[in-house]
């Protein structure tokens, strides 16, 4: 079962929410670097279940599209949750804006508490069919994932982050996010191979 209730309609909007819950209550007490580790572990697990899947007919399809899809919901709250504890805002509602960066097709992430919704317009590069879950992995996350990272690693030298500092982490963090998003429209209406 999905953590993420995740929609997209004929004219290319997207709904969709979340709990951060589940998480919060594995990393007690929050903080960045528990849950980068965390991120670490699940992003790691979907390729797990990514390879465990294709192992005997190179298909995701029925319990292995679920097992997938589970745990990139748990790296796409980790990485919402992340975001939050990176900007260190202390209000009760915080707005993370994501973007294709080429069509300027916006995607409003909306933080309340524990609970995130998100809403948006992809952009036809997301909506259209993808090559494989292999690709997209090594091509798009992979990458985005070690530039995080690397801006993580410069950024954190010194103890404190500055704010010019959580606003490049940030920017890593939404680029992440929006390939997340891409992925987990991808395995939700497209990819079946692997």
Known sequence: MSKINFNIDNDNILTADGNLTGIL???KPASVSKCI???VTHFKLIEEFYLKAISNDSKIIG???TDILDQLDTFLNSIILLWILVNKENSDQQMILLSDGKNNTPINITVSKDLWFAAGLISKEISAPGVSLNLLLKN?????V???FSVYKNAAQNDNLNENERLLIKNELNKILYIAIYIRYQISYCIIDG
């Not at 798009?140 to 985005?144: D, E, G, V, W």
């Open 146 to 148: 070690q530039r995080f």
């Open 25 to 27: 209550n594995q990393i």
């Open 37 to 39: 580790q965390f991120s």
């Open 63 to 65: 319990l292995e599209r």
């Open 140 to 144: 798009k996350l992979i990458p985005a």
